[in-house]
Structure formats: C-alpha cells, structure tokens
C-alpha cells in the first residue's frame, strides 16, 4: 500500500526576480545621482588633473555673473565673511569653493582668504579633464 503524496512541494527559489530587481534600482540610482547638482546655484566648474572626493561640510558658490551662496542660501558678497564667521564659530571647519571658471580669480582669492582667515581648510571644487 503506497500513500504517498501527489502534489510534492518544491523547496527551490528563484532568485532571477531579485537580480531583476536590484537591476532596475541600480540603474534608478546611477541615472538620479547624475541629475544632483552639488549647490544651488548652477557653476561651470573649471577642470584639473586631479579631482578629488572631500566631504563637504561648507560650500561657497560664485556664479559666472557674481551671484554667491554660502550652503545654498544666496547672499550678497557683502555677507559672504558673516555667514562663514558663524558657520564656523568654534570649530575648524572645511570649506568647499564652488566657483565658475569665468569668474576673475580676484573673487577666488577673496573667498579663500577670508575661510583661510576663520582657520578652515579651504578646497577648491573642480571636474577631471575627459
């Protein structure tokens, strides 16, 4: 006497929904991390043998037609040194220089002097050459 079931349940599991879904995840992050632009101003940033990675924690941006922001809030240039004072109080800080290539390199130094005289190490943002 065989009692022996007909319906066998099959213990395997596919993982090629899984793959499909990290697939399309993948693809939704690479496409959605190139549409973020680091400040909010748009700058045209001037390009450099090496481009390194540095954690931002203060940004400085000057646009091509002398707009500035410190951290995504526009300012005026006037406000500049203020914003970073209290940015910075207390504590050495790293402060990143987001600025167009076709602004005059009077407004670069002017910005950095003024992070250089707060004691933030200062970094100038820049894209590899292609």
Same mark, same amino acid.
Do not use: C, W
């Given at each position: 006497? *065989?009692?022996?079931?007909?319906?066998?349940?099959?213990?395997?599991?596919?993982?090629?929904?899984?793959?499909? /879904? #990290?697939?399309?995840?993948?693809?939704?992050?690479?496409?959605?991390?190139?549409? #973020?632009?680091?400040? *909010?101003?748009?700058?045209?940033?001037?390009?450099?043998?090496?481009?390194?990675?540095?954690?931002?924690?203060?940004?400085?941006?000057?646009?091509?037609?002398?707009?500035?922001?410190?951290?995504?809030?526009?300012?005026?240039?006037?406000?500049?040194?203020? !914003?970073?004072?209290?940015?910075?109080?207390?504590?050495? *800080?790293?402060?990143?220089?987001? /600025?167009?290539? !076709?602004?005059?390199?009077?407004?670069?130094? !002017?910005?950095?002097? /003024?992070?250089? *005289?707060? !004691?933030?190490?200062?970094? /100038?943002?820049?894209?590899?050459?292609?």
């Amino acid at each position: 006497m *065989g009692l022996q079931s007909k319906h066998k349940v099959d213990s395997a599991f596919s993982m090629s929904s899984m793959t499909d /879904i #990290i697939f399309l995840l993948l693809i939704f992050f690479m496409l959605t991390s190139s549409f #973020i632009t680091p400040s *909010g101003l748009p700058v045209n940033l001037p390009s450099s043998e090496s481009s390194d990675i540095v954690m931002q924690e203060i940004t400085v941006t000057v646009t091509k037609d002398l707009k500035f922001s410190v951290n995504d809030r526009v300012v005026s240039r006037e406000q500049v040194k203020s !914003e970073l004072t209290n940015l910075l109080k207390d504590k050495k *800080g790293q402060v990143v220089l987001h /600025i167009d290539k !076709e602004v005059p390199v009077e407004h670069l130094v !002017e910005i950095g002097g /003024i992070a250089a *005289g707060l !004691e933030a190490n200062v970094t /100038i943002a820049t894209k590899p050459y292609k």
